[in-house]
């Protein structure tokens, strides 16, 4: 009898999987945090005999290659795919065996990447599940913007004739099971729901269900910004990923934090925006540990920049250390838990600004107060609607833009808090007076504020 097991990746919007059966199994697509393949493949009681990559990834880092070498699996990469080091290349057709009565037939899905390789899992011939990747996704597809400019429509295109082609060899009721879709931006839309089948996919996705034409003319048009990150991804997977280390940084006390502050590091604090409010180190950064960390740290941060974590917990630091590893961040310079008061040097004080709602926001443009509304929600969001008045700048410009915030004291918001908690962090760090409002954007109608929403008549 066989198995599938998913492992969940939330903050990066991504899944991994072990298949097998009785005796052996394949891991799909593995972190770079290879321990928790080899832990759940312990408690199947399993051996990892094959590992096998749909594709070369752009948004984390794998762990293919380490997890290969540990337990001595054949590794699987698409034969088109460019990568410097030894490896079983697979190609169309091609067909292993995982253990007796399972085999994994490799079927060539170009669209997300030239090479991505999707994966069947069959049964004594009856087809079990649908290893996708980043090619059917549930309710999408995976982007195809993200290797060459120059290919977009080409890899969009490849995107519905590979969608169609696994819905015209497969069974309705084959699982589909792919790599992203579950927040991931390598997504080219998000839909709801974590489970389908090729059936619904069959019924319900627009790959399956609109001509090609219309269909690349309306995801061109829905694509959204890349996480800067990207660019390095894809480099560090060809090039082979180096063995991960995850024992805990050096402790720093409030002279060494002082000084890495000094010279242009960055200082992290991974506790709940709240509490970042009440009180933080003056100069650091707020990215809340439980959020999409790896996500907007990975994404904000001049890449290399050393960075040192502050957290309430040590847990809190490992559990970033391990997020932050998987898009590459290895390392952290050093790390300081505990009460904030220990984080500053004698006779400092920590900094703080205020939080608010949007009803407050409201109030203070009633009174007539000359406030600055700072919107940094993507722009596919502010397409919905948008305060009257307000600046744009997205979360992931605002680092290199705060000179472009005009004067005077800053109600940052975004779509929910997290994000405006980060940017009033990062402009509380220039020396701006900030409120941070920690509120969700439908509450900005309901509190009367005039808002703009492009494309409405009437």
Known sequence: MFFVDTLEFEGLGNRSYLAGGPDAAVAIDPPRDIDQVIAAAARRGVRIAYVAETHV???????????????????LVPAGARVAFARTPVADGDTVAVDEGLTLRAIATPGHTPHH??????????????????SLLIGSVGR????????????????????????????????????????????SSQAEGDATTIGKERETNDALTLDVDTFVAQMLAGLDDVPAYYAHMGPANAAGPAPLDLTPPRRADGGEIAARLAAGEWVVDLRSRMAFAEGHVAGSFNFEGDGKLATYLAWLIPWGKPVTL??????????????????????????????PAGWVRAGERLASFPRARFADLARVRER?????????RRNSERAGGFIDGSVHIPIHELHGRIGAVPEGTVWVHCAAGMRAAIAASLLDAAGRDVVAVDDDFTAADQAGLPLTRPGRTG
Not at 57 to 75: M, P, Q, S, W
Not at 117 to 134: N, P, Q, S
Not at 157 to 180: G, I, K, Y
Not at 312 to 328: I, S
């Open 117 to 134: 390789t999707a994966y069947a899992l069959a049964e004594d011939g009856r087809g079990v599940a649908a290893f996708t990747g980043g």
């Open 310 to 339: 502050l957290a309430d917990t040590p847990r809190q630091v490992a559990d970033a250390q391990r997020e932050l590893a998987r898009v590459g961040i290895d390392r952290p310079a050093a790390a300081a838990t505990g009460d």
């Open 144 to 187: 195809p913007d993200l290797v060459e400019p120059r290919l977009t429509e080409q890899l969009a295109r490849a995107q519905h004739a590979s969608a169609h082609r696994l819905a015209d060899e497969l069974d309705d009721e084959v699982p589909v099971l792919p790599t992203h879709g579950f927040g991931s931006f390598c997504s």
């Open 57 to 75: 990834h752009n948004d984390y880092i794998t762990g293919g290659l380490e997890l290969a070498r540990v337990t001595g699996a054949r590794y």
């Open 368 to 376: 007539g107060d000359d406030v600055v509304v700072l919107d940094v």
